[in-house]
Every structure is written in C-alpha cells, then in structure tokens.
C-alpha cells in the first residue's frame, strides 16, 4: 500500500486555541526563531501569555505538520539559525479565525447593546 | 544539578525524531530566557525553571501521545521521514538520530559506523518500499545500497579492517 499525504483542509474552520492564535499572528508580520517568538507573544497578549518552552513547540510541531508554518535556515550569523515563517495556508487560517472572531464580536456587542436599551427602557 | 542539566536529561526522553529536530532549539531558546531572568531577583528566575520543566513533562506526555496515534505520513510532514533520502546539507547524526543511532557506542571509525548504517537504512527502505508495491522507489534505493556498500568496502580498506 502506498502512503498517500492528506493535503490539508484550508475550508475547516475550526475555532484555533489561544496560542496558535498568538504564534500564527506573531509570525504574520516577520519569521522568527523560537525565543523571539515567545517574547512576542508575551508582547501581543500583554504579558497574559507566557508559553512555555515545551508548550510552543509542540505547537510548532503540529503546525508543520499542518504545514501552516515552515522552517527554514536563516541567512544571519546570529545563534539561532533556525527561524518559522507563515505559509499561505496558514495565512488563509489565520484570516478565517480573524473573521470568526470579528463575527463573534459584531454579535456580542449587538446582543450587549440589545440588552443595555432594554434595560434603559424597562 | 542545573536547570539546564535537568532540561537536557528531559529532552531525551521525547521521541527521538521530535528531539532530532527540535532539543537543539528548545535548549537555545530556555538557555535565553535563563539568562535573561537570572539578571532579576532568585524567585523569578528559580519560578521561570520550574515553571518551564514542568511544561517540558507536560509537553514530554503529549508529544508519546502525538507519535502513537498520528500516521506517519501525517507526521513525516513535520519530522524527519527515515523512509526517504537524507537530503544535501543535513548531517549524518541529525538525521539518524532518528533512527536512535549512537555511534558513541561503535568501536569501528566513524565514517565507517555512519556508512554501515546508512546501508541498513537502505536496507530496511527498500523492504518497506517493496512490501507498499512501490518498486520504482524500492529499485532507487537498492541503487543506492550498492553504492554505499562499495563506500564502506572502501572505508574499512583505508582504515586497515579487512
């Protein structure tokens, strides 16, 4: 039997977790290596995510694998050699959950509102 | 024993083709965030290790949990794939690593262990190609074996082991 590789689904919309969220945005505007890519999302988040060592590349692992990201070797002389970068799929994702999430938000603030005049009126 | 040192035993205990690929960054990226708070106050910095090894242990479950039940055509996306080729530029002991290759434990010269287990990978991918019918890539690597078992003929004549 030969292996066959699955391509990904670009159309699943499932809602994403946190910290892919934060990885998938951080690598949105540059590439970057491990460590610039845990301060950066401490930055993003406003020093409410720290991840972890072990938690942002089991994160890493699985988005290669979703081949939402890639490695690649960076030309610069510094330590880190190894950097990740956003493919199109997962910039593709990336604005689905953005979406979803505006979405999310248009509803809450119309419901919100919906209740503050009712409120008011009552 | 150091942070660093507890760091490094933990690594090892992860499958090996995820620390093939990823303990040398891992230990990169810890070793940054030791230095950066070992410059504060001790509870910072001695929370920041604790906090990052008891990740690494969580991290150590879910990643067995990950290789057991993820195909391998799905992983080989991510991780090194020991079916195929090593490619131009990767060095012998990162991707046998994965195989769990330890050539520390070889009396024989190094580029002669790395040669004799570069034919039994290609040994075994063959085996694996013809057993999934896939001659063409099973007729490459047989190519490719006769190519190294005449490298390791001459290895052992240079190093004087026939």
């Given amino acids: 039997m030969r292996h066959v590789i699955q391509k990904p689904d670009v159309t699943k919309t499932k809602p994403l977790t946190e910290p892919v969220v934060l990885i998938l945005l951080s690598l949105a505007d540059e590439p970057r290596h491990g460590y610039a890519l845990m301060k950066d999302i401490e930055t993003l988040s406003g020093g409410r995510v720290r991840l972890r060592t072990g938690t942002l590349y089991g994160a890493l692992r699985r988005l290669l694998e979703e081949s939402w990201i890639e490695r690649f070797e960076q030309s610069d002389t510094s330590r880190e050699k190894r950097a990740y970068r956003l493919t199109s799929v997962g910039r593709k994702q990336l604005q689905l959950e953005l979406d979803r999430l505006k979405q999310l938000t248009r509803a809450a603030g119309s419901r919100l509102a919906r209740l503050a005049s009712e409120g008011e009126g009552g | ?162």
């Fill in chain 2, 1 to 162: 024993m150091s942070g660093v040192r507890v760091f490094r035993v933990l690594l090892r205990l992860y499958p090996s083709d995820y620390a093939a690929l990823f303990a040398d960054e891992m230990i990169n990226a810890f070793e940054q965030g030791c230095n950066e708070y070992r410059s504060q106050r001790r509870a910072p910095f001695v929370r920041f290790v604790v906090r990052e090894l008891v990740g690494l242990i969580i991290g150590l479950i879910a990643e067995w949990i990950a290789k057991l039940t993820t195909d391998t055509s799905t992983r080989g996306r991510s991780l090194p794939d020991l079916r195929k080729m090593r490619p131009a530029g990767v060095p012998y002991e990162l991707w046998f690593a994965a195989a769990g290759t330890n050539y520390r434990q070889t009396s024989l010269p190094m580029e002669v262990a790395q040669a004799q287990e570069r034919v039994r990978f290609l040994l075994n991918a063959r085996v694996h190609a013809a057993t999934d019918r896939d001659f063409q890539a099973a007729r490459s690597y047989c190519y490719e074996e006769y190519r190294e078992r005449d490298k390791v003929r001459f290895l052992k004549k240079k190093y004087g082991l026939e």
